[in-house]
C-alpha cells in the first residue's frame, strides 16, 4: 500500500513517524489501535485532533511508530506528525493546522539536573553550622 504522506512528530523525548494511507479512518499505533494504545480518551483526542480539524477523519488509514517519552509525550508527538503528514498530502490543510498550533514543535523539555544539587533547581538543604 502507498503512503499518500509521510510526517514525524517530536514531543519532550518521543518521537512518532506517522504514515497516512487511503482507507477508512483506521489508526495503528504500534501494531495496536489507537485505542488499546492510548486508553484515556484525552490522548486518544489529543491524536485526533488535526484530522477533526481538517474534516478527513474517515479518508485515511494511519500507522504510527512511536518510541520515547511516557503517555503524554508520545501523544503529542503522534499529533504533530500527524499535522505534518496531512500538510503533505493537501497544502490546503496547513492554515487551519498552523492557526491551531498543531505544526508547532513543542520544545519544552524536562530541565536536566545539575551536579551539586538536589535535582534541576532544588539545592541540598543548607547547613550554617
Given at each position: 500500500?502507498?503512503?499518500?504522506?509521510?510526517g514525524?512528530?517530536?514531543r519532550?523525548t518521543?518521537v512518532?513517524?506517522?504514515?497516512?494511507?487511503?482507507?477508512?479512518?483506521?489508526?495503528?499505533?504500534n501494531g495496536?489501535?489507537?485505542?488499546?494504545?492510548?486508553?484515556q480518551?484525552g490522548?486518544?483526542?489529543?491524536?485526533?485532533?488535526p484530522?477533526?480539524?481538517?474534516a478527513?477523519?474517515?479518508?485515511?488509514?494511519?500507522?504510527?511508530?512511536?518510541?520515547?517519552?511516557?503517555?503524554?509525550?508520545?501523544?503529542?508527538?503522534?499529533?504533530?506528525?500527524?499535522?505534518?503528514?496531512?500538510?503533505?498530502?493537501?497544502?490546503?490543510?496547513y492554515?487551519s493546522?498552523?492557526?491551531?498550533?498543531?505544526?508547532t514543535?513543542?520544545?519544552?523539555?524536562?530541565?536536566r539536573?545539575k551536579?551539586?544539587?538536589?535535582g534541576?533547581?532544588r539545592?541540598?538543604?543548607?547547613?550554617k553550622?
Amino acid at each position: 500500500m502507498k503512503n499518500l504522506g509521510v510526517g514525524t512528530g517530536r514531543r519532550k523525548t518521543s518521537v512518532a513517524r506517522v504514515y497516512l494511507r487511503e482507507g477508512s479512518g483506521k489508526i495503528v499505533v504500534n501494531g495496536k489501535d489507537v485505542l488499546q494504545y492510548f486508553p484515556q480518551i484525552g490522548h486518544m483526542l489529543m491524536v485526533r485532533q488535526p484530522l477533526m480539524v481538517t474534516a478527513s477523519e474517515n479518508k485515511f488509514d494511519i500507522l504510527i511508530n512511536v518510541y520515547g517519552g511516557g503517555i503524554n509525550g508520545q501523544a503529542g508527538a503522534c499529533r504533530h506528525g500527524i499535522a505534518r503528514a496531512l500538510c503533505q498530502v493537501d497544502q490546503g490543510n496547513y492554515t487551519s493546522l498552523r492557526s491551531n498550533g498543531y505544526l508547532t514543535r513543542d520544545s519544552r523539555m524536562v530541565e536536566r539536573k545539575k551536579y551539586g544539587q538536589a535535582g534541576a533547581r532544588r539545592r541540598f538543604q543548607f547547613s550554617k553550622r
